[in-house]
């Protein structure tokens, strides 16, 4: 999918937004580190359509656009999505409207979303820049996931297996941040964003 496909322009040449993809292993921190980074540069937000039911403080339009499967499925035939990608018996998806919205006004968009969708968006646009995000090591995820206290032993376990299926796919990303600390992995995200905006980043595929 070409910049104009995306837009759903044929003439148009106005500057369009760039499109960052952020995935890496649940647990590393990308969650914060993305919404600092957001709300830092002024950065889009894709709330994205699942068809899991809400949890009791989750509102509809806010982080997802909630919908059943036969809505998603008429959605996706009808060429509605970039992206979808099936977790834990649930539909999840970047609807192609929601990145429209932001990169058709000039304005730069973060998507979030798991190395399934990503290896799609990367299929489908050539040109959204590919960022893998990564705690050091395995030891020190596995660290993160029991600080956090959130999660039981068997959530843990499938969470760290899940890690290592994600990892491989590090060498698909145009650039890797490894998360130190939030505010390093913060400002190397900021720096990569702020360099494509200037025009493209020299430093591809290395860890910054
Ligand atoms: P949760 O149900 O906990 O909100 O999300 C479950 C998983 O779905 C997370 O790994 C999250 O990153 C992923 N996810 C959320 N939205 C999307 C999306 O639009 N596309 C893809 N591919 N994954 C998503």
Redesign the pocket.
Known sequence: MTRDAMSGSTGDRMAKGNLFVVSGP?GSGKTTVCERVRDSLGIGL?V???T?KPRKDERDGV??HFMDEAEFEARRARGEFL???C??G?W???LLSEVRKYTDRGRDLI????V???M?VREKCPEARMIFFRPPSMEDLEARLRNRATDDEETIQSRLRKAEEELPFESAYDMTVVNHTIEQACEDLTRIILGERRGGNDEKRNPV
């Open positions: 649940s894709s994205s359509a699942t899991r982080k997802y992206e979808t990608n977790y834990n649930n999840y998806g970047t998507l979030e979303i798991d399934n969708g990503g799609q």
